[in-house]
């Protein structure tokens, strides 16, 4: 079995930055593509960003230039380093990890830019 566990998220007001963190464990022999995603409420949840194990990213257009996304493998870890954070931000932050043909979802961490 795999678990997620995301972290850092948190109140921060707009222009400001935060870095949120994902770290898988359990059974694990390599983590295909890690990707953060994003639900703000009443919406649907949406892809912000994804990195293979490859190290080629992409991400939502509505965050290009402010988010970066990397990856720790010797860690099992990946980042969301978010800068230039804008009210529409608001959501809480998935991250979901690709292990194998599997995906394993996180609890989610709560990220609230205030205007």
């Known amino acids: 079995q795999v678990r997620v566990v995301e972290s850092g998220g948190g109140l921060v007001q707009a222009g400001g930055s935060l870095r949120l963190s994902c770290a898988a464990s359990?059974?694990?022999?390599?983590?295909?593509?890690m990707a953060w995603y994003r639900q703000a409420p009443g919406k649907q949840r949406e892809l912000v960003a994804r990195?293979?194990?490859?190290?080629?990213?992409n991400y939502a257009d509505s965050v290009k230039g402010r988010f970066t996304i990397s990856r720790d493998d010797a860690r099992n870890t990946v980042y969301l380093q978010m800068n230039s954070l804008k009210p529409e931000d608001t959501a809480v932050y998935y991250c979901?990890?690709?292990?194998?043909?599997?995906?394993?979802w996180g609890q989610g961490t709560q990220v609230t830019v205030s205007s």
């Open positions: 359990g059974n694990i022999f390599s983590i295909n593509v």
């Open positions: 990195v293979t194990r490859g190290g080629s990213t």
């Open positions: 979901d990890c690709l292990v194998g043909w599997n995906v394993y």
